[in-house]
């Protein structure tokens, strides 16, 4: 295993030399992008040169060009017709890097002036261009640049989104927005709505997105028409690189610890041997042979018996110095032979993230006289693991940009639930010792063809989005064991002769699966009207869920012979050798209602204007 480890670096190392080396044989490099002061908006076929040389680019369908040239210190014109010319003087371009100069245009004040060149510095510009763009934006929002996200040192998106004012994160992934909870809160990824990453609630994991691949993100707190009805805090908007200005190679390993655990017993269980990584390795599955609900209550208790002889037989738990927490990324991206008009190039990233907490709750619970019914003491003791990969690759050819873009996540929750406390009924107390032993897998992947086209021919803008995504949460064997003594005496486990019951001795298993298919399109058309830009924009929606869920309740039945073996400890008193028709054996308790399955349709159109009137009013509308 080291051994494949160390290789794996090895080759690692080598790529990002070989990355390094090809963006030195091609000199330095300008590139960025070129939107409209007034309106934020994108300006494509703008006139970019470097003055004195004969280098020159024209801006693509996203506003963006890009500059070969030596290393040195350049001016650059930006010249369009109806705006006024820009000069960036100062701009550096090192050996085999890229510098990004963004840039703001502005009409003139007067239209009789034939032509006026405004200067500036390239330090400014570019901050400039991220200051118009979120002053600019039609509704109520805050963006992150990918430059302030480069200077941060965050690792993944749920970092970054701590730094936005208005919005807290909880677990360090679930977004909370101007105090409204996940669930009313929306996230989409390249414009494609995003399906919930846990299956039993309405919300969206940041932190499998590492921050290295994000291009901007745009925090929505306002609704356009534009925008899907699906929030009511709000809309995440996070966008990912499409082609790197550099080729690159990064690596960020890191490690940490919670003062609850570290040094400290950390409680567990022997589970399977891929728990590392997040997924189950069949230890804990029910086998395919396994009887089903209707032949499982029909059987014979010895026949029954059997069956438990066959499941997995740990119920005991242990005690180990709590590890260190741990996190690696692996970051990519190449950028082929690029041109004014055409490129291709792609990003890819591999993230690892393994956390350990301890959770200390209390549980009271209060009759109306006042009287305790219940006390309670929890020590939960979770492993979550999250491991993840992004798969980016895009092409571009003059007004037209197509782009195939894939993530795939493992986020797991390995959890050992250990329970003290007492039962008040009246005078008599019940005391308790329960425990939970848990392991949950939800696994995503989303895949996205999206494409970008622009007319010149009417001034269109058109947009596509084609997005399927599927889930998978895997919950096998959870095992619940409670213990109960009445006023002090001895604990015994809670299971009444000749009957079960699954919440004091039981098994759980569920599988559900959910698959996402969805599509969107809007074309915008821009024009002046009143010597002032103007945007009619009409677009549709169309998504697609379905649902399997399958549950499977067992629950462990005392027979007549167990006198003696309910004083045993959880380690030892539901052996292999404790099966028998007088002794243990199951019962099958899953009912119609514990499956299902579930679809949805989504449709959604719109129709939105955006007019300016005048030098200070702006009216979004549809």
Not at 19 to 26: D, E, L, R, T, Y
Not at 441 to 455: K, T
Not at 469 to 475: G, K, S, T, Y
Request: aromatic share 10%.
């Amino acid at each position: 295993m080291k051994r494949s480890i160390v290789q794996l670096l090895a080759l690692l190392l080598v790529c990002g030399s070989a990355f390094a080396q090809s963006a030195q044989k091609g000199g330095g490099r300008v590139t960025g992008k070129v939107t409209d002061k007034r309106t934020g908006e994108i300006l494509i076929g703008v006139t970019v040169m470097v003055q004195g040389t004969g280098t020159g680019a024209v801006t693509d369908v996203e506003g963006r060009y890009i500059l070969n040239v030596a290393p040195g210190t350049y001016t650059l014109l930006y010249k369009l017709m109806g705006y006024q010319t820009k000069s960036v003087a100062d701009v550096v371009v090192k050996n085999g890097g890229a510098s990004i100069q963004d840039v703001v245009l502005d009409e003139p004040k007067s239209q009789d002036l034939k032509e006026f060149v405004v200067k500036g510095s390239a330090r400014t510009e570019s901050l400039n261009a991220l200051l118009t763009y979120q002053k600019n934006t039609n509704t109520v929002a805050q963006v992150v640049s990918a430059e302030s996200i480069r200077k941060s040192p965050d690792r993944n998106t749920g970092d970054v989104l701590k730094r936005v004012s208005g919005a807290s994160m909880q677990e360090g992934k679930y977004l909370v927005v101007r105090g409204l909870a996940d669930r009313y809160n929306q996230a989409t990824i390249n414009g494609a709505l995003m399906t919930s990453t846990e299956p039993d609630r309405k919300t969206f994991a940041f932190d499998i997105l590492p921050a290295s691949i994000i291009d901007n993100i745009v925090i929505n707190k306002a609704a356009t028409p534009e925008m899907p009805a699906e929030f009511a805090g709000g809309l995440v908007q996070v966008n990912t690189k499409d082609v790197p200005d550099n080729n690159f190679l990064q690596f960020s390993v890191g490690s940490g610890f919670n003062t609850r655990t570290i040094g400290k017993d950390f409680s567990t269980y022997n589970g399977g041997k891929l728990d590392i990584f997040g997924v189950d390795d069949g230890s804990r599955k029910l086998s395919s042979s396994f009887p089903g609900t209707q032949d499982l209550r029909s059987s014979t208790a010895a026949a029954r018996a059997e069956l438990g002889r066959q499941l997995n037989d740990v119920w005991g738990t242990h005690t180990k110095s709590s590890p260190l927490n741990t996190n690696f990324q692996v970051s990519g991206g190449f950028s082929g032979k690029q041109s004014a008009n055409k490129g291709f190039g792609g990003i890819f990233s591999v993230n690892y993230n393994k956390q350990n907490r301890l959770i200390d709750v209390n549980r009271k619970y209060y009759e109306l006289d006042g009287r305790t019914r219940f006390d309670y003491n929890d020590l939960q003791y979770a492993q979550s693991v999250l491991f993840g990969g992004i798969a980016n690759l895009t092409y571009r050819s003059g007004s037209n940009k197509f782009s195939w873009k894939n993530a795939y996540s493992i986020n797991s929750n390995d959890q050992t639930i250990l329970r003290n406390g007492q039962d008040i009924d009246g005078d008599i107390r019940y005391g308790v010792r329960s425990q939970e032993l848990s392991f949950v897998s939800n696994r995503l992947f989303n895949s996205q063809l999206i494409g970008d086209h622009f007319l010149r021919k009417g001034n269109y803008r058109i947009r596509w989005n084609l997005n399927t995504a599927l889930m998978h949460q895997d919950l096998p064997d959870l095992r619940r064991l409670k213990y109960t003594s009445v006023n002090n005496g001895d604990f015994y486990v809670n299971v009444p002769l000749n009957t079960g019951a699954p919440r004091n001795a039981g098994r759980f298993y569920s599988d559900l699966n959910e698959k996402v298919f969805g599509g969107s399109v809007d074309v915008a058309k821009t024009f002046k009207w009143g010597n002032y830009q103007q945007q009619v924009k009409a677009g549709g929606l169309f998504q697609r869920k379905d649902r399997e869920f399958r549950a499977r309740a067992l629950a462990i039945i005392r027979g007549n012979n167990s006198d003696n073996l309910i004083y045993l400890a959880p380690d030892k008193i539901f052996a292999k050798e404790n099966y028998a028709s007088d002794k243990f054996y199951l019962d099958d308790l899953t009912g119609p209602a514990d499956s299902y399955d579930a679809y949805a349709n989504l449709g959604a159109g719109f129709l939105q204007f955006d007019n300016q009137i005048g030098e200070k009013i702006r009216v979004v509308w549809g």
